[in-house]
C-alpha cells in the first residue's frame, strides 16, 4: 500500500473514531443537561402553579377547569392528590372517571411531597402504558399537586440537540480528516514522487530526474538519492568504460580467446578464435564440436576438474600448431574458464627452419673446413710433388670460395631484409647480362652435359643494378643447372610483355609441385635435399631472388610441372 493511502486511511479511521467517541461522550452529557434542564422547567412550572392555585384559589367547581387550561399549556398531565391519597383531580382523565383511580398515597414522589414538600421521581406508568417524569408539591391544604410528563416527550425536546451536537462532531472531524489528509499529502506526495522516480532509475530510465520538493526531511532523502544516484550513474559509466576496453583488448588480442561454462560450451570468443577455428558465431557450441581435437578437449576437462591454469603446444593435422593455455575462472560465475590459443605455425616453422639452417650452415661449413684442414695438413707434411701441391692449394681455394658464398648469401640476405641494400641503377642490356653469367656457369653445366642456351633479343634493355640483377640471374641458373638432369638443356630468353621486361630460365629438372612453388621462395625452404644433382644448396637463393626483384620494382614466377621441369620468369618495369 501506498504511503499516501495509508496516511488517508489511518486519518480516515481516526476521525471516525474521535467522532464516534465524542458523539457517545457528548450524547450522554447533552442529554443529562437537557433533561436538568426539562427537570428545572417543569419544578419551576409545578411550584408557579402551586403558588397561582394557592394565591388564587379557585372556587371548587371551577377547580378542575383550571388544572386542565393549565395542563394544556404547559403540555403536561397534572393530578391533584388528597391527604389520604385519594385522587381529586387529573386532566387526562374524565372527571366522572376520577373516583375509580388507585390511590396514590404510595406513590414516592406523592410520599417524599407529603413529607418534605416536594418530590421527584421517574417510573413505568401504567394508566399510560410508558416511562413517565412525576414532580409533586405540598399545598399548604395538604393537598399533593402533581405534573407528570412522558420521558419520550423529554426526549423529543432533546433530539435537536443531540442532532445538531452530533453533526458539529461529524463535521468538525471531517474537517480533521480534511485537514490531516492534505498535511500527509505534502509530506507522503514528494515521498511518493521519489519513490516512482527511484524505481523507474531502478528498471532502467537512467535520464529520470528525481523530484526535489516537500518537507525538509524529504528533500535530503532525495537530495541523498540523488548523489547516490549520480554516483551510480558514475560508476555505471566508468563499468561501461572499461567493458568497451575489455572488449576492445578481448577483440585486438592476437591469440584466440574463448570463454566457457563448466559444460564446456562457448560463451564468449573474439574474432581471431572464429578465424582461427573458421566457425563465425561460435556462442553457444561444444568445445569439441568446435575443436575436434582430443588434447585440446582435455586440456579445457583439466582446468575444469583441478581448478589449475594448463598450457599444451598441440599440431593440428601436418601444418598448424597452436599453443593453448586454460585457465580456469573462479568466483562462481557463469564462466568457467578461459583458453588462449596461440597460433604458433609459423613460429614453430621458422623455429624449424632456424634448426635446419643452423644444422645446414654447420653442414655447409663442415664440409669445406674439413677438406681445406686435410689440404693443408698433406701440404704441412710435405713431400706433395708440384701437381699435387697445385690440386691441393686450388682444392683450398675453391672450398674457401663456397664458404664465403654461403656467407655472402647470408649477410646478403640479412641486409636485404633489414632494407639496407641500396640499388646502383644503370641502363643495361639484359641479353648481355644473361650471356655474361651463363659463361660463368658454363663449367658446371658441361660437367654434366647440360647444354645452356641464351636465346633474347639484342635490343632489351632494363634499368638495373647490374651487380643485383648478375646475382638474380645467378642464383636462378646455379638453381636450373643444379636441379636439371644430366645431359638436359637449360634455356634463358629474355623479352616484353606489355609494359613490362621479362627473361626466363627454363630446366628439365624434375618440377616443382604446385604446392610448393610459393614456399620456395621463403627462407632455408627447400623441397627434397635429395633432389639437387650435385652439392645441396642453403635454402637462401630464391629468398634472396625475390626481394631482389621486388627492389627493383619487379615480380617473379614459377612455371612448373612434376616431371616436366621449371621455368622461372622475372618481370621487371619496361625501360
Ligand atoms: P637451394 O640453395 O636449396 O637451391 P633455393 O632458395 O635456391 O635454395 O631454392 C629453394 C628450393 O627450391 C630448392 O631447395 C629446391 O628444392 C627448389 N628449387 C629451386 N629451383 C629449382 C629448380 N629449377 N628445379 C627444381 N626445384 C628447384
Redesign the pocket.
Known sequence: MRLGSRFTTLFGVLSAAAAVLLILVFDETLRRAVEDRVVARFERERDYLAEELDRFPARPEELDASLRRAAKVLECRITLVAPDGRVTHDTDLLPADVPAMENHGTRPEIRQARESGSGAATRFSATEGEDRLYFARRRPNGDVLRLSVAAAQVREIELPYLWSSRAAIVLACLALFLVGRSLSKRFSDPIGELTEAASAIAAGEPGRELPSSGAEEVQLLGASLRRMKDSLERAAERADAERRLTAMVFEQLPDGLVVVDSRLHVLESNARFARMIGVPAPAGRAVYDLLRNRALYELFETTLKTGETAEKTVRLGDEIVWHVIVAAIPGGSRAAAVGALRDVTRLERTESMRRTFVADVSHELRTPIASIAAAAETLSEGGTDEADTAQLLDLIRRQSDRMRELIDDLMDLAQIESGAVELRREELSLPALLREVARELAPAASARSIRVSVAADEEIRVEADRRRLGQIVR??L???I???RDGGAVRLDAGRAGRETFFSIG?E????PRA?QEK??QRF?????S??KTR????????I?KHLVQLHGGRIEVE?EAGA??T?RVFLPAV
Open positions: 642464383n636462378l646455379d638453381n636450373a643444379k636441379f636439371c630446366d629438372g624434375p618440377g616443382i610448393e620456395i621462395f625452404y627447400q623441397i627434397d635435399r633432389r639437387a645441396p644448396g642453403t635454402g637462401l637463393g630464391l629468398a631472388v612448373s621441369g621449371s622461372f
